[in-house]
């Protein structure tokens, strides 16, 4: 079912060794030191650690950034004001929507009731042609009773 496992020899390979190239360091001048002469000289502070070492430094004042103009405040009315304005237009939206819906209902209800006149009416008409039709039967019906009645008083 398996075929047998038969043995091989390794196979050799070339192996490739590459080897980085170094590459030269670049030559730069040193950049020539310019002296500056700080307006006042800083004041130099130092600190305790707790384990008993004293580390002394320049203090480094932060940046400052720059003062913002302050804005004009908007004032109180005028917020409430505007808010009152978006109000009031959607009440105005939601009215004209209302009577929308109003009219439409009404329609609506109007082709309603004239659906049902109509479908009442010609049923109504319906019964008035069809008895018109059938009126000769039932009179007969009622002579043959009246002749029964006679025939058994007479």
């Given at each position: 079912?398996?075929?047998?496992?038969?043995?091989?020899?390794?196979?050799?390979?070339?192996?490739?060794?590459?080897?980085?190239?170094?590459?030269?360091?670049?030559?730069?001048?040193?950049?020539?030191?310019?002296?500056?002469?700080?307006g006042?000289?800083?004041?130099?502070?130092?600190?305790?650690?707790?384990?008993?070492?004293?580390?002394?430094?320049?203090?480094?004042?932060?940046?400052?950034?720059?003062?913002?103009?302050?804005?004009?405040?908007?004032?109180?009315?005028?917020?409430?004001?505007?808010?009152?304005?978006?109000?009031?237009?959607?009440?105005?939206?939601?009215?004209?929507?209302?009577?929308?819906?109003?009219a439409?209902?009404?329609?609506?209800?109007?082709?309603?009731?004239?659906?049902?006149?109509?479908?009442?009416?010609?049923?109504?008409?319906?019964?008035?042609?069809?008895?018109?039709?059938?009126?000769?039967g039932?009179?007969?019906?009622?002579?043959?009773?009246?002749?029964?009645?006679?025939?058994?008083?007479?």
């Amino acid at each position: 079912m398996y075929p047998d496992h038969t043995h091989h020899p390794p196979v050799q390979r070339a192996i490739q060794v590459h080897q980085p190239t170094p590459l030269p360091p670049a030559v730069t001048a040193p950049a020539p030191v310019v002296a500056v002469q700080p307006g006042s000289v800083p004041a130099v502070a130092s600190i305790v650690l707790p384990d008993g070492r004293v580390v002394t430094g320049y203090a480094i004042n932060p940046a400052q950034p720059e003062p913002v103009t302050a804005k004009p405040a908007v004032s109180r009315t005028a917020v409430n004001v505007a808010l009152g304005g978006v109000g009031f237009l959607a009440v105005c939206g939601g009215l004209i929507l209302l009577t929308s819906f109003i009219a439409a209902l009404t329609a609506f209800i109007t082709q309603l009731i004239t659906l049902a006149a109509v479908i009442f009416g010609g049923w109504i008409a319906v019964q008035v042609f069809s008895a018109n039709r059938h009126q000769g039967g039932t009179t007969v019906n009622i002579r043959k009773a009246v002749i029964k009645r006679n025939h058994f008083h007479g």
